[in-house]
């Protein structure tokens, strides 16, 4: 558990430190969305685009912001380092994806204003946009990670890691846009929740094993 | 034969299935046309390494 | 006898004498096959002749999830026994799997078009079967993205078993996700049961098509042995 606070504090600084990399992510995250509301036919009913023009442009902005946190660990050795020094591979991605999370992440949650004012939302569909990105970016940023963990070593063609983990975000997508779907929304709400909790644990270990294997593979 | 015989008949259902039956094999046939290629590549590229 | 053809040079004896029987048998199983669909099966009540593209269609299907089945089968013992033919038989199937996946898509959208009027829908069957396409070409990308193969092999064991876990997940959110879209109406495929004179043709068909997948395997496993054999001898003069 101590091992495990100090790498976390050792992530954070290492992301405070580096603050360009939220700077850029937000950026990026306002800029395509604006992107997409310029490849848009009808303006008028602009407030139907919402969640998939929200959840692409947050998954890829998600993808791209993971290999950050590890490609200058691997580059300059302190990712065999640290697993040299004793830390268990799974204590090291764990740090890694909660350190993404707090530092990119929540702070993310506060550029929802923005989308509100870009898509003429209702507060209401805020607060539920915002629920299902706390409940739904953990699993996110754990599957992200492991792509960014998959392509750390090509040095060419690196879009193989947007094809081989686009598929395993179909669940979540599917989870977090047909939240209000349904006859009564207020019943169903809560168990939209309860599912992508659920998906974050099934995710977890699988996440946290599969990293595991592919650290020791890299640092062989 | 009967069954044969109606099926030619039936025109537009007919070529629904040909070209299904058709496309199937096509697919099967060029993997293995295309696995075949690649063996005997391999195979004389093999056969010129051993003996330099 | 499993044991034994583990070791790669014997299965590469085994497999140039099983491969041409693998290939005859196969082709005379397809000639019976088609003459069982083509001759000797009836149209069927609701479907009339289309119904024949199923002796093909479900074959194919079957053997889309067994091939992934296989994958998974040896990433895993690949990762726990570190064996590398289990590699290799995995390598060797993801291409094959993805043509027998493309074709269920293919024949399946022809047989919707007749049957359903449309040439796709967002069913859920549908939708999994692509997905799973979407994996297999994720499979062949990244065992062709390494430099280093046996780093390309373990990478894609780990995904192919990630993938197996998720697998279920993504088939039951699209299942639960299509229903909510749409009402189930097209599950035409689930018929209470079959005459026997469509069974023979389909099992005939499907036996065929096992053929023809084991003599497809068997080849690029020997491709794959022989890609090996060159890069350890250019490994070899390398270090000389």
């Not at chain 3, 290799?88 to 359903?116: H, Q, Y």
């Not at chain 3, 449309?118 to 997905?131: E, G, H, P, Q």
Request: proline share 4%; charged share 15%.
């Amino acid at each position: 558990m101590k091992d495990f606070f100090k790498l976390l504090k050792r992530e954070i600084r290492i992301c405070m430190n580096n603050s360009s990399i939220f700077f850029s992510f937000s950026t990026f995250f306002i800029t395509s969305s604006l992107i997409f509301v310029f490849a848009l036919d009808d303006l008028t009913n602009i407030i139907v685009f919402y969640k998939p023009v929200v959840w692409v442009v947050l998954i890829f902005s998600i993808m791209l912001v993971s290999e950050n946190f590890l490609h200058e660990d691997y580059s300059d050795g302190s990712l065999k380092e640290l697993q040299f020094l004793g830390f268990s591979e799974e204590t090291i991605f764990l740090c890694k994806s909660l350190a993404m999370w707090l530092i990119i992440l929540i702070p993310a949650v506060f550029l929802m204003p923005i989308i509100l004012i870009f898509f003429k939302l209702s507060y209401n569909d805020v607060l539920k946009l915002f629920l299902n990105i706390f409940i739904s970016t953990p699993s996110l940023t754990l599957i992200s990670l492991l792509s960014a963990l998959f392509s750390i070593q090509l040095k060419r063609n690196k879009i193989v890691q947007f094809v081989i983990i686009l598929p395993f975000f179909i669940p979540i997508v599917i989870f977090t846009t047909t939240s209000e779907n349904f006859a009564e929304p207020s019943k169903y709400f809560g168990d939209q929740l309860l599912i992508l909790i659920g998906i974050f644990f099934i995710t977890l270990p699988v996440c946290l094993y599969a990293g595991k294997l592919i650290m020791r593979e890299i640092n062989k | 034969m009967n069954y044969f015989i109606n099926f030619i008949k039936s025109e537009d259902h007919f070529s629904y299935v040909l070209s299904s039956y058709l496309i199937v094999f096509l697919i099967i046939f060029l993997i293995f046309i295309f696995s075949n290629i690649k063996t005997k590549r391999l195979e004389k590229e093999l056969i010129n390494l051993s003996k330099k | 006898m499993i044991f034994k053809l583990a070791n790669p040079l014997k299965f590469q004896k085994f497999t140039e004498k099983f491969q041409p029987v693998t290939i005859h048998l196969a082709l005379f199983l397809l000639v019976i096959g088609l003459f069982f669909s083509f001759f000797n099966s009836p149209p069927d009540y609701l479907q009339g002749e289309t119904v024949r593209i199923m002796y093909i269609h479900v074959p194919c299907a079957w053997f889309s999830l067994m091939i992934y089945s296989i994958i998974v089968i040896c990433s895993i013992s690949s990762l726990v026994l570190r064996h590398t033919l289990a590699d290799l038989i995995s390598r060797s199937c993801a291409p094959i799997g993805a043509c027998f996946t493309i074709a269920t898509l293919v024949t399946g959208s022809i047989w919707g078009k007749p049957t359903w009027g449309t040439w796709w829908v967002w069913d859920a069957r549908l939708t999994s079967v692509l997905i799973l396409f979407i994996i297999y070409l994720g499979l062949i990308i990244i065992n062709n993205s390494y430099d280093d193969k046996s780093k390309a092999d373990k990478y894609a064991s780990i995904l192919a078993v990630v993938g197996a876990v998720n697998l279920p997940i993504i088939k039951w959110s699209v299942n639960w996700w299509s229903t909510l879209h749409q009402p189930a109406s097209i599950s035409k495929l689930s018929s209470p049961s079959i005459d026997p004179s469509m069974l023979v043709p389909l099992f005939i068909m499907t036996f065929s098509f096992f053929f023809f997948f084991i003599s497809i395997l068997l080849i690029r496993l020997k491709g794959e042995i022989i890609q090996r054999k060159i890069d350890v001898i250019k490994y070899n003069r390398v270090e000389k």
